[in-house]
T-cell receptor, first 117, second 114 residues
Framework: AQTVTQSQPEMSVQEAETVTLSCTYD???????LFWYKQPPSRQMILVIR??????QNATENRFSVNFQKAAKSFSLKISDSQLGDTAMYFC??????????????FGSGTKLNVKP | EADIYQTPRYLVIGTGKKITLECSQT?????MYWYQQDPGMELHLIHY???????EKGDLSSESTVSRIRTEHFPLTLESARPSHTSQYLC?????????????FGPGTRLTVL
């Protein structure tokens, strides 16, 4: 079974500073993908960034980047130049490539990030 | 934002009532999902669908049922609601680009059963 652990239930950061959210996962799979999703208060969950496990290069999307350590099964999210709009719950997710073209997702319990002005 | 909708957004209902949570997407996605999310907890997959007339139970056991008669519509039904069903229910759909599913989530339905 796959498990995803986010050990930081809540974090705070000052506007314009950098913050790192941690995520570890446990799997025996070799072919999988990792995601960070953002869920702003009372709004829809949206994809922030994703990483293919077979790629060594860390994914980057504007101010968001990941530190993917495959051997350590770690997938942290770094947010640079934090903005007030980054305040949200952040979920780390693991996608197992499944049979019959169906891929299962497993989510962590989330980290609530509060960006302070 | 993604074109996936859920109604109602909030529902408070008494024990024993039958309820249907609606989920619709206009993106033409074949795959759709229902997740259950308790406050401060991870999402748990309760139902999924590959396409029309295809539904499967997820990892978390649920007394709810789903149907997929149309591609864009994936309703979830509880025949007899109980307080243990109180939770947030998230619907999602996904497209697949080079084997990677990108999930698009609806805004959720927060259900309270008294």
């Amino acid at each position: 079974a796959q498990t995803v652990t986010q050990s930081q239930p809540e974090m705070s950061v000052q506007e314009a500073e950098t913050v790192t959210l941690s995520c570890t996962y446990d799997t025996s799979e070799n072919n999988y993908y990792l995601f960070w999703y953002k869920q702003p208060p009372s709004r829809q969950m949206i994809l922030v960034i994703r990483q293919e496990a077979y790629k060594q290069q860390n994914a980057t999307e504007n101010r968001f980047s990941v530190n993917f350590q495959k051997a350590a099964k770690s997938f942290s999210l770094k947010i640079s130049d934090s903005q007030l709009g980054d305040t949200a719950m952040y979920f780390c997710a693991f996608m197992k490539v499944g049979l019959y073209n169906f891929n299962k997702f497993y989510f962590g319990s989330g980290t609530k990030l509060n960006v302070k002005p | 934002e993604a074109d996936i909708y859920q109604t109602p957004r909030y529902l408070v209902i008494g024990t024993g009532k039958k309820i249907t949570l609606e989920c619709s997407q206009t993106m033409g996605h074949d795959k759709m999902y229902w997740y259950q999310q308790d406050p401060g907890m991870e999402l748990h997959l309760i139902h999924y669908s590959y396409g029309v007339n295809s539904t499967e139970k997820g990892d978390l056991s649920s007394e709810s049922t789903v149907s997929r008669i149309r591609t864009e519509h994936f309703p979830l039904t509880l025949e007899s609601a109980r307080p243990s069903h109180t939770s947030q229910y998230l619907c999602a759909s996904s497209d697949e680009v080079s084997l990677i599913d990108t999930q698009y989530f609806g805004p959720g339905t927060r259900l309270t059963v008294l």
